[in-house]
Structures are given as structure tokens and as C-alpha cells.
T-cell receptor, first 108, second 115 residues
Framework: DAKTTQPNSMESNEEEPVHLPCNHS???????IHWYRQLPSQGPEYVIH???SNVNNRMASLAIAEDRKSSTLILHRATLRDAAVYYC?????????FGAGTRLTVKP | KAGVTQTPRYLIKTRGQQVTLSCSPI?????VSWYQQTPGQGLQFLFE???????NKGNFPGRFSGRQFSNSRSEMNVSTLELGDSALYLC??????????????FGPGTRLTVL
């Protein structure tokens, strides 16, 4: 099964943009790319998802490489509340495959 | 609109026992998925139920089972508990079937400790 690879941790300054990378070189043509984040002692929270085209919503933007082997989650202005573990996930017909996640630290 | 609720929030069991966890999805959501989260394996998909039928299943032994009721509430059961079953069990609901392709809403989880 295709998996995702993410950096273990990243740091950002408050009010600056953050680019969280994800590698999924063995993605299949029907896999969607999802991003969720998890705050301490909470369940994951949906952030964004896409298939081939770049996507924007109120929380973030998702940039998907043309070959779909990588993607980047973009938080346009990081706030302290964005500190969380961010998971890049592949979802096919039957399941969701989580990577290990990137722990984002936001410094004031 | 109330979120996904899971009961109990914490549970302690001993090896060999069985346990049942409950999940109430967001009103109107018909799909319920279950996940296991451990420090070593991370988040792993267990199974998805839609309209009282198991639609998808992850790579877990048969000791892990579930069901869904007509009101979309779901329960998962783990029999013959092992130490390695200690984990946070998360439930997620979605309006659509094939939940992995759609936005899911997660509950806070049930923390199971097996002694």
C-alpha cells in the first residue's frame, strides 16, 4: 500500500506562512490526498483534501505536484492555535493510510 | 449540531477480557469508521460501517469487530485483549459512504489500557 513520508517536525513563527511537505511517490491514480491535524488530547480534525488540482479553503491551501508524487499543505498565516500534528493521508476506495505526521511548533 | 461522541472516554481492562466501545455519529451521518492510534504504529484504519453493513476493513485480526445500528450508532468490540491493544480508539463519522474519500469528523477517542 502506498504510504506518505513527512518530516517529523517543523517550526514556524506566528503570522508567517508555513509549507508542510508530503511525499507519496507510490500513490495510485485513484487515491485522494487528505490532510488532517490533531491537537493534544483531541481527535484529528479535517483540514483539506484533493485529487489532482490545487485546492483552497478557509483553513489552508493544498498544492499537488503535477505527477502527484508529492503535495504541500500551506497555512497562509500561522497562529499559535495551529500548533498540532499534521497528517498527510492517502485514501483509496477502502481505507485511509496515515503517515507518521509532522509536529508543527509555532513560536510567538 | 453536536459532534461525534464516544463512550467511555477511559477504560482499563486486563489481558484476556473483552471490551465494547461506543460511538454516536453526528446527526444525519450514516458512515462510521474506527481507527486505532498507538505511539508505535500511529493511526491505523480498523473498519467502516454504512447503513448497518461493514463496507471496508483494515488489516486487523478477527478479535476486532464492530456493528452499526439503525440509528447509525456504532460499537466496536475487542475480544481476548492483549497488552498491545492498549491504544486510543477513534471513531469518525461522515455523511457519505466510502468515508475515506470525504471529510470525516472525529470524536475525542476512548483511551483503552490493557494490564
Amino acid at each position: 500500500d502506498a504510504k506518505t513520508t513527512q518530516p517529523n517536525s517543523m517550526e514556524s513563527n506566528e503570522e508567517e506562512p508555513v509549507h508542510l511537505p508530503c511525499n507519496h511517490s507510490t500513490i495510485s491514480g485513484t487515491d485522494y490526498i487528505h490532510w488532517y491535524r490533531q491537537l493534544p488530547s483531541q481527535g484529528p480534525e479535517y483540514v483539506i483534501h484533493g485529487l489532482t488540482s490545487n485546492v483552497n479553503n478557509r483553513m489552508a491551501s493544498l498544492a499537488i505536484a503535477e505527477d502527484r508524487k508529492s503535495s504541500t499543505l500551506i497555512l497562509h498565516r500561522a497562529t499559535l492555535r495551529d500548533a498540532a500534528v499534521y497528517y498527510c493521508i492517502l485514501s483509496g476506495n477502502n481505507d485511509m493510510r496515515f503517515g507518521a505526521g509532522t509536529r508543527l511548533t509555532v513560536k510567538p | 449540531k453536536a459532534g461525534v461522541t464516544q463512550t467511555p472516554r477511559y477504560l482499563i481492562k486486563t489481558r484476556g477480557q473483552q471490551v465494547t466501545l461506543s460511538c454516536s455519529p453526528i446527526s444525519g451521518h450514516r458512515s462510521v469508521s474506527w481507527y486505532q492510534q498507538t505511539p508505535g504504529q500511529g493511526l491505523q484504519f480498523l473498519f467502516e460501517y454504512f447503513s448497518e453493513t461493514q463496507r471496508n476493513k483494515g488489516n486487523f485480526p478477527g478479535r476486532f469487530s464492530g456493528r452499526q445500528f439503525s440509528n447509525s450508532r456504532s460499537e466496536m468490540n475487542v475480544s481476548t485483549l492483549e497488552l498491545g491493544d492498549s491504544a486510543l480508539y477513534l471513531c469518525a463519522s461522515s455523511f457519505h459512504r466510502s468515508a475515506p474519500r470525504n471529510e470525516q469528523f472525529f470524536g475525542p477517542g476512548t483511551r483503552l489500557t490493557v494490564l
